[in-house]
Each structure stands twice: as C-alpha cells, then as structure tokens.
C-alpha cells in the first residue's frame, strides 16, 4: 500500500476513512486477490472484509485486519461497528465503482456518517507510476504475449474462421505461462477488420484479408495488451499504403512520447501522421491508454487528456485507420514511459507478416 499517497487523500479531503470496493484497488492497497468484499482504511486501522471463501487466502495474503461478513454479521453492521470505534463522521468512498444501490443501502444503515465524499479517480491515481517489480510483471506478461503471437503464427491458414484463431491465441497465452486473459481476444478479418473491437465470429480467413489480432493476458495480475496487423497471401497495394502510414504513424510516436508532455500531446504525435495523410476521420479512439492490474487504466493518450505523463507509466501505443466494409489496421505496443523516451515491452516484428 503506498501509505504516503494514502496519508495525503486523508489530508487533502478531510476524509477520516476510506470505503474500498474496486476489486483492483482492493489488491492494490491490502494485498487481497479476491475482490470480494470491501477494504476499510483509517488513520488508526486497515481492516479487509469479507466472506468465507475469502477469510483464509486474505489471511495469508494481507497485513491487513480480516473481519468475516455472513448473514449473521452483515457488512453493513460490521462498518457500524468500526464506524463507531473510529469515531468517523466523513467517509470517502469510490464513486465510479460503487453501484447505486450498495451507496443507498450504505447511506440508509451508516446514519453516523453525516458527509459522503466521492473520491472520483484519486484511488487510481495512486497505481498510475508503477513500482520496478510491477513492470518487471507487465514486461513478462507482454513477453508472454510474445510468445504466444509467434507460436500461432505457425497455425494461421486460410479456411480458419475467427474463433478458431481466438482459441489457439488464447490457448498459447495459457501455455506460455498467462493466468488468464486480459480482455475478450479480437480477431477480426476482411471487412469485420473495420471494426477496432469486432468480436471473433464463424468467418473464414480467406486469400488477401488483413486479420486485426488484438491479445493480452495477466500475469501474476498484470495485464499484457498488443496488437498486430497481418496478411492472408499478398497484401494489394492499398493495404500496404494503409499499413504504413498506421505504422509510419506508431513510430513516430514512440521517438516521442516521454515524461512532461500530456496524454493530449502524446496523441497528437500519431494522430497529426494520419491527419496529414488523409485518413483522420479513420482513426476514432484514442493512442493509447494506461495498462497495469486493469487493463484500461488512467491517464488515456487522448485528445481529452490533458494529465502529464510520468516516468513510470505504462501505456499502450495503438493507432489504427478502419475503412468501413473493407479492412482495417491496427499496431499496438506497451510501453513505459521515461524521461528520455519510452521502453517498449512488444518485441513481436512490426513489418507487415503475409501468410
């Protein structure tokens, strides 16, 4: 838990505890995987709460205080308890996460607490920088991914429909070490290429499509994410143009994205290449965005991000330009952000593939 980002959240709202419920969050700060349940943090405890299922791992995984809620001992009481205990009146709690109806049902059964404080992204923000053993767990699970886009290099023919990719993608994540995706895979061909997240269908590759393979997986709860752009048979010369100024546009980036500029600026670098090239309209989402124990976390590469990038942060580097029931390109890398630079984590060949 970063004790000091924590500290200064208590001394910059006047919050006097915090209500924990994003399951991420909920590890990020106590150590607990199973994101069931609710963290509580005061200046005088932390405490995890939750059931049964939960109790004994988050003894072994938490510093924290583990209390059990059962239906003899209802959160709702438990908090009252504490609540009471710590002498609490103002309770920060995470209002992008929280469902309304918990927040009701909250409000209704705490009546000590007078001043419900939302805390918007100030809890993410904390996760934004990441630690040297964080990247060194992102840097494996994009290596992962690396692994496993070239072993299903070795499968992709034409005739295969979209699923039947997906699932051996998915299946060289697992083999290769990935606990579990990190997102839905993208595979989309042809004409479904268009589309920056087809779902994988029944198509058949066939002669001349571009297959968009969009992939990640978590290791040890740090996603990977990544994509590629290939070719079944030759590419026509109209691919070719596109897939160049989508990667023309990447590197570009990437020489200059670093720490100090904002997610805007970062934006700009790839979105000004395509722009320039005549195919703005094409390219509708943002560069990038955040990758750590979530797969899209803040600060975004976008035009409506004006949050100074860090040294530290992880973000994806992802143009694409998508012609409308034709095809589309897309290349995506993980990087780091540095004073100087970026590290790229993707190490997957960047040169149009035709198979």
Not at 8 to 16: H, S
Not at 143 to 156: S, V
Not at 202 to 210: I, Y
Request: hydrophobic share 35%; glycine share 8%.
């Amino acid at each position: 838990m970063s004790r000091e980002a924590i500290r200064e959240i208590f001394k910059n709202t006047g919050v006097e505890a915090l209500f924990i419920t994003d399951p991420h969050n909920m590890w990020y700060l106590s150590g607990f995987r199973g994101g069931e349940g609710m963290v509580y943090i005061s200046p005088e405890r932390q405490i995890v709460i939750t059931d049964s299922r939960y109790t004994e791992s988050a003894s072994r995984e938490s510093s924290f205080e583990i209390i059990e809620e059962n239906r003899h001992h209802r959160r709702t009481d438990i908090l009252d308890e504490i609540l009471k205990e710590d002498d609490v009146h103002i309770v920060g709690y995470e209002d992008k996460f929280m469902r309304c109806f918990e927040f009701s049902r909250l409000q209704n059964r705490l009546t000590r607490v007078n001043q419900w404080m939302p805390l918007d992204e100030q809890i993410d923000a904390i996760r934004q920088v990441k630690s040297d053993e964080e990247l060194t767990l992102i840097a494996r699970a994009e290596a992962i991914g690396d692994e496993a886009f070239a072993a299903t290099l070795k499968t992709i023919k034409a005739g295969m429909a979209e699923r039947e990719v997906a699932a051996e993608l998915e299946y060289q994540l697992k083999m290769h070490g990935g606990s579990r995706l990190s997102f839905d895979t993208i595979i989309a061909s042809g004409p479904n290429s268009s589309m920056p997240h087809a779902v994988p269908s029944e198509r058949k590759l066939a002669e001349g499509d571009f297959v968009v393979m969009d992939f990640g997986c978590k290791y040890e709860g740090y996603c990977s994410d990544m994509t590629r752009t290939i070719c079944i048979g030759g590419a026509s010369d109209e691919q070719k143009k596109i897939y160049g100024i989508v990667q023309k546009a990447q590197q570009t980036a990437l020489d200059g994205i670093r720490a100090g500029m904002t997610g805007r600026e970062a934006d700009a670098l790839a979105r000004d290449v395509i722009t320039a090239e005549g195919y703005g309209e094409n390219f509708g989402h943002a560069l990038g965005h955040g990758v750590g124990l979530y797969i899209h976390e803040s600060p975004t590469l976008s035009p409506n991000d004006s949050t100074v990038l860090k040294k530290g942060m992880v973000e994806s580097v992802e143009p694409g330009i998508y012609l409308p029931k034709k095809f589309g390109v897309r290349i995506e890398d993980l990087v780091v952000i540095g004073t100087d630079g970026v590290r790229n984590l993707s190490h997957s060949p960047k040169e149009l593939i035709e198979i």
